[in-house]
């Protein structure tokens, strides 16, 4: 299976500020996906990044909020700008890779990015 | 309609026991898959076992299995022989239609279970 590296995996910031958090594959994917999960909640995607093109966002989430960047296959950015306190979360960046024991592509994720905003 | 259902909050279980996580999901695609993760403190998702709509045995992985009742629409976990390191948040989820992708995944609020030694 793949290894996904994400950094940083934890960070504390001050509102107004920004932060870009990254996600590294050990393989070429063609979708990757970010996905935010507030203090006691489930996973929200906030959207689909493919190569060599804009990432595609989920319903509430907005690129100047949120920007991507996927510079290639392996790797891909989400930057969460002007932060808020309500933006304190975890990021979760994942790919979709076929799982030969499963039977059926799994989406795996990495080890998330946990953000506190003050 | 939610599309996956996972009512019990918070689990407790004693240590070497073994503990169901329900969960029920909701849809009209005959074809589906259902996921469960585990997620520790430490935030980071795991995955743990999958079941295609299709299969016609209960996946079972290690000491991870998953009752599949496609009539009840349940797909609930069965965790054996517990150990201190399953206390964790563990999320059921659903992938509808096409096997890829994000935006057809649904993930349900998630069970914390607890072990007791």
């Known amino acids: 299976s793949a290894v996904i590296s994400q950094k940083p995996s934890r960070d504390i910031c001050q509102r107004g500020t920004s932060l870009t958090i990254q996600c590294q594959v050990d393989?070429?994917?063609?979708?990757m996906f970010w996905y935010r999960q507030q203090p006691g909640q489930s996973l929200t995607l906030i959207a689909t990044a493919n190569q060599g093109s804009e990432a595609t966002y989920e319903s509430g989430f907005v690129i100047d909020k949120f920007p991507i960047s996927r510079p290639n296959l392996t790797f891909s950015t989400l930057t969460v700008s002007n932060m808020s306190p309500e933006d304190s979360s975890i990021y979760l960046c994942?790919?979709?890779?076929?799982?030969?024991?499963?039977?059926?592509?799994?989406?795996?994720f990495g080890a998330g990015s946990r953000l506190t905003v003050l | 309609a939610q599309k996956i259902t996972q009512t019990q909050p918070g689990m407790f279980v004693q240590e070497k026991e073994a503990v169901t996580l329900d969960c029920t999901y909701d849809?009209?695609?005959?074809?589906?898959?259902l996921f469960w993760y585990k997620q520790p403190s430490s935030g980071e998702m795991i995955f743990l076992i999958y079941?295609?709509?299709?299969?016609?045995q209960n996946a079972t992985e290690g000491r991870y299995s998953l009752n599949f009742q496609k009539a009840r629409k349940s797909a609930n976990l069965v965790i054996s022989a517990s150990q201190l390191g399953d206390s964790a948040m563990y999320f059921c989820?659903?992938?509808?239609?096409?096997?890829?992708?994000?935006?057809?995944?649904?993930f349900g609020t998630g069970t914390r279970l607890t072990v007791i030694p």
């Open positions: 079941q295609g709509s299709y299969d016609q």
């Open positions: 989820a659903m992938r509808e239609g096409d096997q890829t992708g994000a935006n057809n995944l649904f």
């Open positions: 994942s790919v979709d890779l076929w799982s030969p024991n499963s039977g059926a592509n799994v989406l795996t």
């Open positions: 393989s070429q994917v063609t979708m």
């Open positions: 849809t009209s695609d005959p074809s589906y898959g």
